[in-house]
């Protein structure tokens, strides 16, 4: 028996698979990285190949093990975070899959939507969400719709349809479970958030059958047991799964009413625990964090498309910047210029606005307006769509909102963390651990199975802290200009 264990966390995310090792003090002591291919075909539409994923989560495993030479035999247990709303059909008798897997960025479901208009407000009302190709349930219907195969596994009631956790679940487990939690669950439109069950009226308005979907069980259940791919002669429990933002969310020690974090990636999600009572919002959605116990904890949510994803199109097309890692450094060297502001709608603007019709614009130019300037304003843009989802999460929740706790690549940038915490007059905590969303589930399951050597072990652990230094009258004056320029290009849309 080695001193020594681990829990072993895979994060199964949009383009990567994540095989993360915690020790009992929580350190991240080994990472490694399994890249997947992104298929995207001339309309657009973007699928990953659940065969390549299932995989690679061994490889990544393999790897991890190999790398910091532990015997697999030390590794207590292994927990789940995956990519959110991105959907597969497969079967359950085989567990192949039907199709590619259909993700969550994909629209191809929007005339499916559009046909569903007319029950929009009963479906924000049992799901907290709002109708829209990017949830799962869409998506699904999409699957039986227009693939044979899908069809014929219907009707021989051998389809499963789900999220990644369930098909990964399936065969992670030596007992091959059809599995899933009320983190993944919530993302799909047909849970009803209000009794954690399957809702049979969504189902049938999306033509899917209750007993195509995976049962519901606490995000910390033991959901089986695995040998890792045969890695293991006696199966370890595999305890703790939850999608990547409410891993985040767990990981960042938000466990509190009213605790907010922020990840910040090629878009952004902005999360509020709101406790054990489902507020639903007209303009912001309402999932569920995490259950345990049977116990719902529920968050609410904003979604921005376009935020690392503005800096990614300085670089790459207008070539105003070598790297992302420069946008900051120049942006310090900007002139100040109150009335320039960049709306980088330029796939809509999701949350508070929901208008997929809007474009991007640059407003307030001047003749002094150079290339420091405009990436100055790519960088404020990402701050006030933020502020934007915070400040509405204050107005609708009733929390006061002082403090958040933020993690992705971007937060890396002291420019752009200083000016968050500038226009939402709140300190801004920066995680000190990148892997956040693989770290929620592992400590769902260290908590779980008694791992930790203390109670509190690394939720929240900050790397530094930005405290709002801007007037207040110029921060309000300068978030004001950025409401006019949306409202600008809103009313252009």
């Known amino acids: 028996m080695h001193d020594q264990q681990y829990i072993l966390s895979v994060d199964q995310s949009t383009s990567t698979t994540k095989a993360l090792l915690f020790d009992k003090e929580g350190n991240l002591v080994r990472r490694s990285d399994v890249p997947h291919r992104q298929i995207i075909n001339e309309l657009g539409w973007v699928e990953h190949d659940g065969e390549e994923i299932l995989k690679n989560v061994f490889m990544a495993i393999r790897k991890v093990i190999e790398e910091t030479a532990i015997e697999p035999e030390q590794i207590l247990a292994l927990s789940l975070s995956n990519q959110r709303e991105t959907s597969i059909a497969w079967d359950k008798s085989t567990g192949k899959p039907a199709h590619n897997a259909i993700v969550w960025q994909c629209g191809r479901a929007a005339d499916i939507c559009k046909n569903k208009e007319g029950h929009a407000t009963i479906i924000k009302k049992k799901t907290g969400l709002n109708l829209s190709p990017f949830f799962s349930a869409a998506k699904f219907a999409w699957f039986l719709e227009e693939v044979p195969l899908v069809q014929k596994l219907a009707e021989n009631n051998s ?29 799909t439109q047909l849970l009803n958030i209000h009794n954690l069950s399957w809702d049979e009226e969504l189902c049938t308005l999306f033509g899917i059958r209750a007993g195509q979907l995976p049962a519901i ?238 109670e509190r072990v690394f939720p929240g652990r900050v790397q530094s802290e930005y405290l709002p230094l801007l007037p207040a009258e110029k921060a309000e004056s300068k978030y004001r200009g950025w409401l006019k320029a949306v409202h600008m290009t809103l009313s252009n849309a």
């Open 217 to 454: 069980v606490d995000s910390d259940a033991i959901f089986g047991h695995t040998t890792l791919g045969g890695l293991l002669t006696e199966p370890i429990p595999i305890c703790g799964v939850l999608g990547d933002s409410q891993g985040a969310l767990f990981a960042q020690g938000c466990t509190q009413e009213g605790m907010v974090k922020a990840t910040y990636g090629t878009g952004s999600s902005i999360m509020m625990n709101i406790g054990s009572k489902p507020t639903v919002s007209k303009n912001l959605v309402t999932s569920i964090a995490w259950c345990s116990k049977g116990v719902p904890t529920y968050v609410l949510e904003g979604n921005i498309n376009y935020t690392g994803a503005t800096i990614t199109w300085l670089v790459e097309d207008l070539k105003l910047l070598g790297s992302p890692q420069e946008a900051g450094k120049l942006a310090a060297l900007a002139n100040d210029s109150p009335d320039l502001y960049l709306v980088p709608a330029f796939s809509g603007l999701g949350a508070p606005y929901w208008k997929e019709q809007a474009r991007a614009s640059i407003s307030g130019m001047s003749r002094t307006t150079g290339k420091n300037e405009i990436i100055r304003a790519a960088e404020e843009s990402i701050a006030y769509q933020i502020a934007d989802i915070l400040f509405l999460m204050k107005k609708e929740s009733g929390y006061p909102i002082d403090r958040v706790q933020v993690d992705g690549g971007p937060t890396k940038d002291a420019f752009l963390m200083q000016f968050q915490a500038d226009i939402v007059r709140a300190t801004v905590g920066v995680a000190s651990l990148e892997e956040l969303s693989g770290q929620g589930p592992a400590i769902l399951a260290g908590k779980k199975l008694g791992f930790f050597s203390s």
């Open 159 to 187: 389809l499963i349809l789900s999220t990644i956790d369930s098909f990964l679940l399936y065969h992670l487990s030596e007992e091959h479970v059809v599995l899933t939690e009320p983190s993944n669950a919530s993302r």
